[in-house]
């Protein structure tokens, strides 16, 4: 990987992996909308139109409920919920000794209360660790990532709107991940 191409997936990372814990507040939401910031978040497939539109942050905090909180199909995008069919699993487990391991604190308050094995933990975890570690990135990569797969094509079916491109948009980049690791 380039070091302009790895910084961009850590960012990207870092940016999915807030979008999947926090629901949006007003400062978000207006910082997305930005140009700068609206332009790339396009170039990436997700569309800012529902947090520039009718959408208020009652609406998108309802979305994102339904969405990543309490999805009505297979649950939140959890690793150990959705492999193993319950919470606090093995891959819970797991995720926290490797952030032990390379000294990464999770935030409890995240996503009231988001378990370490959490979509949006896992992404901001692979974000530090991708440049300083790679080995441990690769090993959430191969371990912890590849199984979000799932859940993110269920929520990417869910039709148009900020979270089902978030879906799609996270899709397409755990495939620009999983691509180096799959073809060699």
Known sequence: MTDERDEALRATARLFGRLFL???DEDTRLQLVEPEFAKALEQVGISVEPL?????????????????VQPKT???????????????????????????????????????GAPHDHLGC???????????????????????????QVPLSTLARGGKGFYPDLGRATLAWLA?????????
Not at 84 to 111: I, N, Q, T
Not at 134 to 143: H, I, K, N, Q, Y
């Open 176 to 184: 620009e991940v999983l691509q180096p690791r799959a073809a060699g």
């Open 22 to 24: 926090f629901e949006l």
């Open 74 to 112: 297979g649950g939140p995008p959890v690793q150990s919920l959705w492999t193993e069919g319950s919470y606090e699993g093995d891959s819970a487990v797991a995720v926290r000794k490797l952030a032990e391991a390379v000294g990464v604190e999770f935030d409890r308050g995240a996503a009231r």
């Open 122 to 148: 896992l992404l901001l975890l692979w974000a530090e660790t991708a440049g300083a570690r790679p080995d441990v990135a690769e090993r959430l990569e191969s371990e912890h990532l590849e199984w979000a």
């Open 52 to 68: 520039e539109g009718e959408a208020s942050l009652d609406d998108l905090a309802a979305q994102y409920f339904e969405a990543i």
